[in-house]
């Protein structure tokens, strides 16, 4: 890179964009460009956090050690430039892109499209979703995006209250009471579902309790104990923006460990989990389903420190790889700006595969990620509950877990089932220089 600056594009770029061999690829990254603030994806890359500086935002360059910040972003214009001396780095999106990981411009445009949430162009392996196969950079700046998010969410077991034993819990069909201490009134519902909230010790933190409204429409309500009053009873529970939402599920992940562990499923909301623990019950199957509180948008809020917790008390082998598990809900993608399409199910198990494994990466644990594809033509929103009733059994869905995984952490095409050792190697050496790169940008900060 010149210190002189403005290559727009390289040379080689503007080669790639007039190859008749890559049709459409000016269109491709105008739709990154429109669908990728170039802050936010340098902020998810470099893993730094940038300030408004006049029409943009600034920050200390990441190419270059400083402590004044001379590195500007305008989102307006999609360019980026260094005015730290001897430094001037500047390009859009692919420029930092290929910069920062020495990446080509076909690895880079993959990465971008990925960081944007566009499907992958030309993947017929994955019809529904696009490719949801990440390479390595893209898993990277996955982790360091999930590392960098709500850094300051305070697990729900501090904010929830147990609720005591003796209690009676709401039960579906029956008429419930809950008092809103915000408004100031009581609600009375009747629930069609009841789901409990319980942390690995076994203590109940909360109910989530489904019905149905006058329109048809389904709503949930969270209840948890209140006895703060002075007057104990059950109370809407509204969490703060600080705080954590509990997994559902882990309850069951004492008796899981206990029998050796095995793979962990993660679906999209507490009826899909149930169904998916009785089609998958973790005693024949190995597999511990959960899903985080609030369904699919909501997954980078759940409390993954819990699960976290769990593991660092399961005297576990660390070498051998977890299989976590990523069943989105069979959502077809959503149109996002500029009429973009976005893969909903791409999304949610990115987001899911960073925020645990910002989890366990912590307490030493490895793992591998893999999203799984719902069956072709079932409709938009299918889920394991709609296989329950379609008459799924245990052999069916442990059959479709094995067929239909795509890996969330990229290996080349040549090398799709490696072996336990050789990935358990390959992502330790991933995760042991991530580590080294925080420490160096702590040094650098301070
Ligand atoms: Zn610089």
């Given at each position: 890179?010149?210190?002189?600056?403005q290559?727009?594009?390289?040379?080689?770029?503007?080669?790639?964009?007039?190859?008749?061999?890559?049709?459409?690829?000016?269109?491709?990254?105008?739709?990154?460009?429109?669908?990728?603030?170039?802050?936010?994806?340098?902020?998810?890359?470099?893993?730094?956090?940038?300030?408004?500086?006049?029409?943009?935002?600034?920050?200390?360059?990441?190419?270059?050690?400083?402590?004044?910040?001379?590195?500007?972003?305008?989102?307006?214009?999609?360019?980026?430039?260094?005015?730290?001396?001897?430094?001037?780095?500047?390009?859009?999106?692919?420029?930092?892109?290929?910069?920062?990981?020495?990446?080509?411009?076909?690895?880079?445009?993959?990465?971008?499209?990925?960081?944007?949430?566009?499907?992958?162009?030309?993947?017929?392996?994955?019809?529904?979703?696009?490719?949801?196969?990440?390479?390595?950079?893209?898993?990277?700046?996955?982790?360091?995006?999930?590392?960098?998010?709500?850094?300051?969410?305070?697990?729900?077991?501090?904010?929830?209250?147990?609720?005591?034993?003796?209690?009676?819990?709401?039960?579906?069909g029956?008429r419930?009471?809950?008092?809103?201490?915000?408004?100031?009134?009581?609600?009375?519902?009747?629930?069609?579902?009841?789901?409990?909230?319980?942390?690995?010790?076994?203590?109940?933190?909360?109910?989530?309790?489904?019905?149905?409204?006058?329109?048809?429409?389904?709503?949930?309500?969270?209840?948890?104990?209140?006895?703060?009053?002075?007057?104990?009873?059950?109370?809407?529970?509204?969490?703060?923006?600080?705080v954590?939402?509990?997994?559902?599920?882990?309850?069951?992940?004492?008796?899981?460990?206990?029998?050796?562990?095995?793979?962990?499923?993660?679906?999209?909301?507490?009826?899909?989990?149930?169904?998916?623990?009785?089609?998958?019950?973790?005693?024949?199957?190995?597999?511990?389903?959960?899903?985080?509180?609030?369904?699919?948008?909501?997954?980078?809020?759940?409390?993954?420190?819990?699960?976290?917790?769990?593991?660092?008390?399961?005297?576990?082998?660390?070498?051998?790889?977890?299989?976590?598990?990523?069943w989105?809900?069979?959502?077809?993608?959503?149109?996002?700006?500029?009429?973009?399409?976005?893969?909903?199910?791409?999304?949610?198990?990115?987001?899911?595969?960073?925020?645990?494994?910002?989890?366990?990466?912590?307490?030493?644990?490895?793992?591998?990620?893999?999203q799984?594809?719902?069956?072709?033509?079932?409709?938009?929103?299918?889920?394991?509950?709609?296989?329950?009733?379609?008459?799924?059994?245990?052999?069916?869905?442990?059959?479709?877990?094995?067929?239909?995984?795509v890996?969330?952490?990229?290996?080349?095409?040549?090398?799709?089932?490696?072996?336990?050792?050789?990935?358990?190697?390959?992502i330790?050496?991933?995760?042991?220089?991530?580590?080294?790169?925080?420490?160096?940008?702590?040094a650098?900060?301070?």
């Amino acid at each position: 890179m010149t210190a002189r600056g403005q290559p727009t594009p390289s040379p080689q770029d503007r080669d790639c964009f007039r190859s008749a061999e890559n049709p459409g690829i000016a269109e491709r990254v105008a739709e990154i460009k429109a669908a990728l603030p170039l802050s936010d994806a340098i902020a998810r890359i470099a893993g730094i956090r940038l300030e408004p500086s006049g029409s943009g935002v600034k920050a200390c360059c990441p190419f270059h050690r400083e402590s004044t910040p001379s590195f500007f972003v305008d989102d307006s214009t999609g360019r980026y430039k260094c005015f730290g001396s001897g430094c001037g780095v500047s390009g859009d999106v692919l420029q930092f892109i290929r910069e920062w990981y020495s990446a080509d411009f076909a690895e880079a445009l993959r990465l971008a499209t990925e960081l944007a949430y566009l499907p992958q162009p030309q993947m017929g392996r994955n019809q529904v979703s696009g490719s949801a196969v990440a390479d390595r950079a893209a898993w990277r700046s996955v982790i360091q995006n999930k590392s960098n998010m709500n850094p300051s969410l305070r697990p729900a077991a501090e904010f929830l209250r147990p609720v005591p034993e003796n209690i009676a819990l709401p039960r579906p069909g029956r008429r419930f009471t809950i008092d809103d201490p915000v408004r100031q009134r009581t609600i009375q519902m009747v629930p069609t579902h009841v789901h409990e909230y319980r942390s690995v010790d076994g203590s109940l933190l909360c109910v989530v309790l489904r019905s149905n409204a006058r329109d048809g429409r389904k709503f949930f309500i969270q209840a948890g104990w209140n006895d703060k009053s002075g007057n104990p009873g059950w109370s809407l529970v509204r969490f703060p923006r600080d705080v954590a939402r509990p997994v559902y599920g882990l309850f069951d992940f004492p008796d899981w460990a206990s029998r050796g562990g095995g793979g962990i499923l993660l679906v999209d909301g507490e009826k899909t989990r149930d169904a998916a623990a009785s089609l998958l019950p973790h005693q024949r199957t190995g597999v511990l389903s959960i899903s985080a509180m609030g369904g699919g948008a909501a997954v980078r809020l759940a409390d993954w420190s819990s699960l976290k917790v769990a593991f660092q008390n399961f005297q576990r082998d660390h070498q051998s790889p977890i299989d976590f598990l990523i069943w989105p809900d069979a959502d077809k993608p959503a149109t996002g700006r500029n009429g973009i399409a976005i893969d909903r199910q791409l999304r949610f198990a990115l987001d899911a595969a960073g925020s645990v494994a910002n989890s366990l990466q912590k307490v030493g644990y490895l793992f591998r990620a893999s999203q799984i594809l719902p069956p072709t033509g079932v409709p938009g929103g299918w889920d394991l509950a709609d296989a329950l009733g379609q008459g799924w059994t245990t052999k069916v869905a442990l059959s479709h877990l094995e067929r239909f995984r795509v890996p969330l952490i990229g290996f080349d095409d040549k090398v799709r089932t490696p072996s336990q050792s050789e990935f358990g190697m390959r992502i330790d050496s991933e995760l042991h220089s991530l580590r080294q790169e925080d420490s160096s940008d702590h040094a650098v900060s301070s």
